[in-house]
């Protein structure tokens, strides 16, 4: 076989023949060197636009991962938040009822009447122990800190509601003790006639004198021995100007004798208000004030209700 090569129209033919070895040789090496060139033709036409096309399409699925995991963090964020502000608001609430348990605390200790200092409500309580070898702290997990601060609001509650039960029997007490007639009617001064039996100091025959004299300058204070309400402000025979003082559960005052009422009916008086002035008016021999305690309508020996003036 034969191979004829026409270079230009003008010029001559060659002709190469395939028995030849050499010939043969250079045929191979050509047509190799014309099959990689095609390899690395094909290569990069596929560097060129197959490559790029398949980096792509790699970049795009990274990227979309990436604004998945994006947005799942901003997820996990805001469940984050919501707890963190849900926490802050139950602390908040704890804070608040614990300042409210302390302020009544204080109230309680004042009604309790506990010395200065025996019992501060405004401190946390002092507190110790050994220090336990091999003990490791370790950080509660959120569910177990929810838990222990539920647990926590209910004490609190709890707590709270025993108080409040505690406070109002205390002040029911303080009110019961306030209205219950005890003490003196007058600043100073003695007893100059008390209950039972005497002679009448007009007559000198034996009488009955329902309550107990206490001698005062004229014109001096006469005092509540207790709260009430005024259920008489004027002159009943033989008392002259007097004053009676309701108290609740019973009690009645009676104040006698004085040289001016300063309260009028319907008037709540506190225990050691002024509500008149020392005088002698009415069966009188001289300036005192008498003073009676009434218990369900009838008279009753005032000793028991009164301290001894200094």
């Known amino acids: 076989m034969n191979i004829i090569i026409v270079a230009k129209p003008d010029a001559g033919t060659r002709v190469f023949s395939l028995s030849d070895k050499r ?4 045929a ?18 596929g560097a060129a636009f197959i490559g790029p096309r398949h980096l792509r399409g790699q970049l795009s699925g990274t990227r979309s991962a990436l604004v998945a995991q994006q947005g ?20 908040g609430r704890i804070q608040a009822e614990t300042t409210r348990l302390n302020a009544l605390g204080g109230r309680l200790a004042k009604l309790g ?10 401190s946390e309580p002092d507190l110790g122990g050994p220090e336990h070898a091999g003990l490791m702290m370790t950080t509660s997990a959120p569910a177990q800190i929810s838990t222990e601060i539920g647990r926590l609001e209910r004490q609190l509650a709890s707590q709270s509601r025993q108080l409040s039960v505690l406070e109002e029997l205390l002040s029911d007490r303080e009110l019961d003790a ?17 209950y ?21 300058d004229y014109g001096t204070d006469i005092l509540a021995v207790g709260s009430g309400v005024v ?3 004027g002159i009943k025979p033989g008392y002259g100007n007097t004053i009676e003082i309701d108290h609740g559960n019973g009690y009645v005052t009676r104040y006698g004798h004085n040289s001016k009422n300063l309260v009028s009916v319907g008037d709540p008086v506190r225990d050691g208000d002024v509500i ?31 301290r001894n003036p200094g």
Not at 23 to 26: D, H, I, P, S
Not at 113 to 122: A, I, R, S, T
Request: glycine share 16%; hydrophobic share 40%.
């Open 23 to 26: 010939v043969r040789t250079a």
């Open 28 to 45: 191979g090496i050509a047509l190799g060197a014309l099959v990689l060139g095609l390899f690395g033709l094909g290569a990069w036409f």
């Open 72 to 91: 799942e963090v901003e997820r996990l964020n805001g469940v984050v938040s919501r707890d963190m502000n849900a926490l802050a608001l139950r602390i």
């Open 113 to 122: 009447k506990l010395d200065d200092g025996e019992f501060n409500f405004g």
């Open 178 to 194: 306030s209205l219950m007639p005890s003490g003196t009617p007058v600043r100073s001064g003695y007893i100059s006639s008390r």
């Open 196 to 216: 039972g039996y005497r002679a009448d100091p007009m007559t000198g025959a034996p009488d009955f004198h329902p309550g107990i004299d206490f001698d005062g």
């Open 231 to 233: 259920s008489f402000s």
């Open 276 to 306: 008149g002035k020392v005088g002698s008016t009415g069966r009188s021999t001289g300036t005192h004030v008498h003073f009676e305690v009434w218990r369900d309508g009838r008279v009753i020996n005032p000793n028991e209700f009164v």
